[in-house]
């Protein structure tokens, strides 16, 4: 009977951890999106009023005039780094895990040390460097940005991901004739599908969520959400429920991705070295 | 040519050209008098170098810096080791747990920094404005250059728990049941199965999730420019802001490309410690 009780009590206690941390997470969230509910006087109202008639100003004002272009410029910067990364990731990495050579152990190190690199060196001297092209505020500036973090992650990961295929599946297509390509493009692809669906949500979500890049490289023609976002927090006439309700479009990739990407997002955030 | 080159070529031509040259360039541009807007960039050698660690904004960003990174490395370790040790074991809901406790790391940062923003802001935010003052808390949590930090703190904890957890519970989910029934068939204690399975077998997880997270917390810059841009005065201006500031505020591109090469030098040094005192 004791032990019994013991243990109730040991999951009572588990339960209460946990529920605070819930509490934690899910509070500011919440709070954000029934903000986004609201009218600017709603919102401003302290004691808030918990129950009210939602009104759908804030997105009508997120959505019209010059600020869907910062969701137009994300969705192009992000779709196209996903395609790039894609194409670019999946020969690489092909090529990367059938190098047996010194040499591609060397790429392969160089490539993870980008991850350890500060961002803001990557910045600089990319600034200078697109400046001179004259494509600061630009959506190519961008995506060139994001494509230095991205393409990186993505041929470390699909590579770790083909050296798992057993290579007598490839050998056997060699057998037959078939080229390099086609045994990429008819055998190893559908067997990698998980992991480059997985690569793509991980690119995806990446570039939609990226500020420091998008930040310098763009004014306001290519800027992206976050971007958006974060001038507007800056400023100093505070439409609360306007930012909001962008925080609340900007969040949605997110909530759609999160359930699958669960699976791969340590392997993805630690570059491979978790599984 | 080996085919294994042709499909590699397109891949390094790119990333020789956005990655590889300019991590060159930057060291070259450390090396020169390099500002937007002004004619000539004279060769100085190391006086960028000079001028930044010498600078009192360097010490002050230095000490900022180090509060934050190693109470938030910390403070994350120790909450994302709890959580992952209470949901490995068996719970109601605890895929939908696992789900709401990942959700932090795949949102914005951005947007995680204006949330905090919004609920700690003294006039409107609900916590700030309505929750503290009615314990009698009455001051401004991101205006007052004391509390800023500590603001700042607890919403990089938000935002970054997720994946000290996620790390650690993959370590913690390697580990075979089987190791854990012996240890409890001799007789041993949950304290004891803790630090003598546990813990040694999970070690390479935990390095990982420490250098990855250090890295991460050196390097934050969204959440604190969207919460405070790295003030009050320079209460909150860790090595990111303030090579912000100095790259792209005051346009002084040599001596941010100096602070960048200071801040990957330290990163390359704490990572090689932790690894080695850890290891």
């Given at each position: 009977?004791?032990?019994?009780?013991?243990?109730?009590?040991?999951?009572?206690?588990?339960?209460?951890i946990i529920s605070i941390y819930l509490v934690f997470v899910l509070f500011p969230l919440l709070w954000l999106i029934q903000s986004s509910f609201k009218s600017m006087y709603q919102a401003l109202k302290i004691p808030p009023d918990f129950i009210w008639t939602p009104t759908f100003e804030a997105y009508k004002k997120a959505l019209g005039g010059g600020m869907l272009r910062a969701f137009l410029n994300s969705a192009v910067v992000s779709l196209s780094n996903v395609f790039l990364v894609l194409l670019l990731g999946i020969t690489a990495g092909y090529a990367l895990a059938n190098l047996k050579t010194r040499a591609s152990q060397n790429i392969g190190f160089w490539i993870l040390s980008v991850?350890?690199?500060?961002?803001?060196?990557?910045?600089?001297?990319?600034?200078?460097?697109?400046?001179?092209?004259?494509?600061?505020?630009?959506?190519?500036?961008?995506?060139?940005?994001?494509?230095?973090?991205?393409?990186?992650?993505?041929?470390?990961?699909?590579?770790?991901?083909?050296?798992?295929?057993?290579?007598?599946?490839?050998?056997?297509?060699?057998?037959?004739?078939?080229?390099?390509?086609?045994?990429?493009?008819?055998?190893?692809?559908?067997?990698?599908?998980?992991?480059?669906?997985a690569v793509a949500a991980l690119v995806f979500l990446l570039s939609w969520n990226e500020f420091l890049f998008?930040?310098?490289?763009?004014?306001?023609?290519?800027?992206?959400?976050?971007v958006l976002v974060a001038s507007l927090a800056g400023t100093m006439r505070f439409d609360w429920p306007l930012m909001c309700a962008l925080s609340t479009l900007a969040l949605i990739p997110a909530f759609v991705l999160v359930v699958y990407l669960q699976r791969y997002i340590v392997r993805g955030l630690t570059f491979g070295a978790v599984k | 040519m080996r085919w294994q080159y042709k499909f590699l070529i397109p891949s390094l031509v790119i990333l020789l050209s956005i990655v590889a040259f300019p991590t060159f360039f930057l060291f070259y541009i450390s090396l020169h008098q390099w500002v937007l807007f002004k004619r000539g960039m004279p060769f100085t050698g190391i006086e960028n170098f000079y001028l930044i660690l010498t600078s009192s904004d360097f010490l002050q960003s230095l000490k900022v810096s180090l509060i934050y990174t190693l109470s938030s490395?910390?403070?994350?370790?120790?909450?994302?080791?709890?959580?992952?040790?209470?949901?490995?074991?068996?719970?109601?809901?605890?895929?939908?747990?696992?789900t709401i406790i990942a959700l932090p790391l795949v949102i914005p940062p951005v947007v995680a920094g204006f949330a905090w923003k919004f609920v700690l802001n003294r006039e409107v935010g609900i916590i700030g404005a309505y929750l503290l003052p009615k314990i009698g808390f009455m001051k401004s949590l991101l205006a007052d250059p004391s509390l800023a930090l500590g603001s700042v703190i607890v919403a990089d904890i938000w935002s970054k728990t997720s994946l000290m957890f996620l790390i650690l519970l993959a370590g913690l989910q390697a580990v075979s049941p089987d190791l854990y029934?012996?240890?409890?068939?001799?007789?041993?204690?949950?304290?004891?199965?803790?630090?003598?399975?546990?813990?040694?077998?999970?070690?390479?997880?935990?390095?990982?999730?420490?250098?990855?997270?250090?890295?991460?917390?050196?390097?934050?810059?969204?959440?604190?420019?969207?919460?405070?841009?790295?003030?009050?005065?320079?209460?909150?201006?860790?090595?990111?802001?303030?090579?912000?500031?100095?790259?792209?505020?005051?346009?002084?591109?040599?001596?941010a490309a100096a602070l960048a090469i200071v801040m990957l030098f330290m990163t390359i040094g704490v990572s090689i410690l932790l690894i080695r005192r850890i290891m």
């Open positions: 009977m004791q032990v019994k009780s013991h243990k109730k009590l040991k999951k009572f206690t588990l339960y209460l991850r350890m690199a500060p961002a803001f060196g990557i910045i600089v001297p990319l600034y200078i460097i697109l400046r001179s092209f004259r494509l600061v505020d630009t959506i190519l500036a961008v995506m060139v940005a994001h494509l230095t973090i991205n393409l990186p992650l993505a041929i470390w990961l699909l590579k770790g991901y083909f050296e798992e295929i057993p290579s007598e599946l490839a050998e056997a297509a060699v057998v037959d004739g078939a080229t390099r390509g086609q045994i990429l493009l008819y055998i190893l692809i559908p067997v990698a599908l998980p992991m480059i669906v998008a930040f310098i490289l763009t004014s306001e023609q290519a800027r992206t959400v976050p | 490395t910390v403070l994350t370790f120790v909450l994302g080791l709890g959580l992952a040790l209470i949901l490995n074991e068996e719970l109601k809901g605890r895929n939908v747990i696992r029934e012996a240890a409890r068939i001799d007789g041993a204690s949950s304290p004891q199965i803790f630090s003598y399975i546990t813990l040694p077998l999970i070690k390479p997880a935990i390095i990982i999730a420490l250098i990855i997270r250090f890295i991460d917390a050196f390097n934050v810059f969204d959440t604190i420019f969207v919460m405070t841009s790295g003030g009050p005065g320079t209460a909150t201006q860790t090595f990111p802001l303030l090579g912000w500031k100095i790259g792209f505020l005051y346009f002084n591109l040599g001596q």
